[in-house]
Nanobody
Framework: QVQLVESGGGLVQPGGSLRLSCAAS????????MSWYRQAPGKERELVAA????????NYAGSVKGRFTISRDNAKNTVYLQMNSLKPEDTAAYYCNAVWLTSYRKYDYWGQGTQVTVSS
């Protein structure tokens, strides 16, 4: 059974930091590119950060570049999102996504999300 379980969300003051984790199970984690998305109320889900299956390349939304860092530990089947210098506009539900593209199909899994609220 495929599972992606996010944790680490919460309430933080502007300028603070949080570290999100996404623990994967039920599939071969090291084959999958991993991403973090977020969705604020009334807005569309947006890509925040992505990392390749072996962790040799990362990508960030312009709004978080220089503040957020995505990383992964394939031995622990876990992907992380370190979020620094948080702003109120970072408030959203954050979702973990796993994708593996083969010649025949796309494998695409989502977690349930973890809430991040940045407020004083």
């Amino acid at each position: 059974q495929v599972q992606l379980v996010e944790s680490g969300g919460g309430l933080v003051q502007p300028g603070g930091s949080l570290r999100l984790s996404c623990a994967a199970s039920g599939f071969t984690f090291s084959r999958y590119a991993m991403s973090w998305y977020r969705q604020a109320p009334g807005k569309e889900r947006e890509l925040v950060a992505a990392i390749t299956s072996v962790g040799d390349n990362t990508n960030y939304a312009g709004s978080v570049k220089g503040r957020f860092t995505i990383s992964r530990d394939n031995a622990k089947n876990t992907v992380y999102l370190q979020m620094n210098s948080l702003k109120p506009e970072d408030t959203a539900a954050y979702y973990c996504n796993a994708v593996w593209l083969t010649s025949y199909r796309k494998y695409d899994y989502w977690g349930q999300g973890t809430q991040v609220t940045v407020s004083s």
